[in-house]
């Protein structure tokens, strides 16, 4: 079975006002609606089987609308692994983590870029804490501010995991976009998932080829970063730039299966 860890989908209400928050922050313009049927029709088109839909609550306020959106696309379409989301500024984060657990939910994503604080806040622990062992996170790493000034970075999700041994984390962007000579220095090689969105385009191959030298192979996973990118244009790219064999990029593109397939520890039980 393939898989799309790293896809974003929105109401049809909002979708082209993010698409240009998108084009504005990023310099990048979206190929994709950022909607769901279009989401899923570019993963039928790429033979993939399933994906990770992922949204960031930019505020407290944000956080139960946002869940609630996910929680009925998975509802709505079996192909659909939802990713719930929390914001630390919530005081009722506990019970916003709560409900994710009793809905099925196994997965959290956090933008700390878009959801103004910083990964390496100590106010976050209690969060880790309350979710290892029972939710996959999927992080967003990096962007143009160099590390100490950027709210994530390679050095934060290292500290992550040496302040929450046995944390489950997927570092997004190959470990950090444009952070990828930081990544090698602190995060590649280590216990943590990577995915492949929003990397190809922009990364040299001599860094793209010894972040997959250096990194188990099973936890590198195909991610494509839609509405972005579309899925199978990067599953292509994937390809062709480390000149993998048919078998190779399987192997990637199924390798999420030990974290959401069937019996697997995050499989989601909507």
């Given at each position: 079975m393939r898989y799309d860890v790293h896809t974003h989908a929105?109401?049809?209400?909002?979708?082209?006002?993010?698409?240009a928050q998108l084009h504005d922050h990023y310099g990048i313009t979206p190929v994709g609606r950022g909607t769901?049927?279009?989401?899923?029709?570019?993963?039928?088109?790429?033979g993939i089987d399933r994906c990770a839909v992922h949204n960031?609550?930019?505020?407290?306020?944000?956080?139960?609308?946002?869940?609630?959106?996910?929680?009925?696309?998975a509802k709505k379409h079996p192909q659909v692994i939802p990713f719930g989301t929390l914001h630390p500024a919530d005081p009722e984060w506990e019970e916003a983590l709560e409900g994710l657990w009793k809905n099925g939910v196994r997965g959290i994503k956090l933008h700390p870029d878009f959801q103004s604080f910083r990964l390496d806040n100590p106010a976050l622990d209690p969060i880790f804490e309350a979710a290892r062992g029972r939710f996959c996170f999927m992080i967003h790493v990096g962007d143009r501010l160099p590390p100490d000034r950027n709210p994530s970075c390679p050095y934060k999700v290292a500290k992550l995991l040496d302040r929450h041994p046995g944390i489950t984390?997927?570092?997004a962007h190959l470990g950090g976009y444009l952070h990828w000579q930081y990544a090698l220095e602190c995060l590649v090689g280590r216990d943590v998932f990577l995915d492949t969105s929003s990397s190809l385009?922009?990364?040299?191959?001599?860094?793209?080829?010894?972040?997959?030298?250096?990194?188990?192979?099973?936890?590198?996973?195909?991610?494509?970063d839609y509405p972005?990118?579309?899925?199978?244009?990067?599953?292509?790219?994937?390809?062709?730039?480390?000149?993998?064999s048919d078998d190779a990029?399987?192997?990637?593109?199924?390798?999420?299966?030990?974290?959401?397939?069937?019996?697997?520890e995050f499989e989601p039980k909507v």
């Open positions: 929105f109401h049809p209400k909002v979708a082209d006002k993010i698409l769901a049927p279009d989401l899923l029709e570019r993963l039928a088109r790429a960031a609550a930019t505020a407290p306020a944000q956080v139960i609308p946002a869940n609630d959106f996910v929680l009925g696309l984390v997927i570092a385009p922009f990364l040299d191959d001599a860094t793209l080829r010894e972040i997959f030298s250096r990194h188990a192979a099973e936890r590198i996973l195909f991610g494509s972005i990118f579309d899925p199978g244009t990067e599953a292509a790219r994937l390809q062709e730039r480390m000149g993998m990029l399987e192997h990637h593109m199924s390798a999420a299966a030990t974290l959401f397939g069937p019996g697997a």
